[in-house]
């Protein structure tokens, strides 16, 4: 082969290794703001559902705090009726207010042994029925 058809032949190759790259080139230009937009649509697909997935957990935190409140609030009215129930009973085995409330002053002095009470005296004898007449 002569060197004059080897050179056309580089020359050939070279311009064939050149179309190449620009071609190359080209899919690169095209691609990377192809590829960029891609990307950001998954990146935001993958936004929303997060979104969606913390609407629902917190829809469900509303509903458990709902139904716990509703909860809490029928305990709370089933102690309310046992306690006056409990205080009409033993109202009507103490035979009046006066009674009672003495009851549950005696009661109190029980549960607390550590309390210091103070009673008003006079002449030695405690004064318990001050201002009744």
């Known amino acids: 082969m002569s ?36 990307s950001q649509d998954l990146t935001g697909q993958a936004n929303l559902r997060q979104q969606e997935w913390e609407k629902r957990i917190a829809i469900e935190e509303a509903r458990a705090a709902r139904e716990s409140a509703e909860l809490y609030a029928e305990a709370e009215v089933a102690r309310a009726r046992g306690v006056a129930e409990a205080n009409a009973i033993i109202a009507d085995g103490l035979a009046g207010k006066d009674e009672y409330l003495r009851y549950l002053w005696i009661n109190q002095l029980t549960n607390n042994p550590h309390q210091v009470i103070y009673v008003p005296t006079e002449a030695g004898i405690p004064l318990l029925e001050a201002g009744k007449r």
């Open 3 to 38: 060197p004059y058809h080897q050179q056309q032949m580089s020359m050939k190759a070279l311009g064939g290794i050149g179309l190449v790259g620009l071609i190359g080139l080209g899919v690169l230009l095209w691609g990377i703001p192809q590829y960029r937009l891609y």
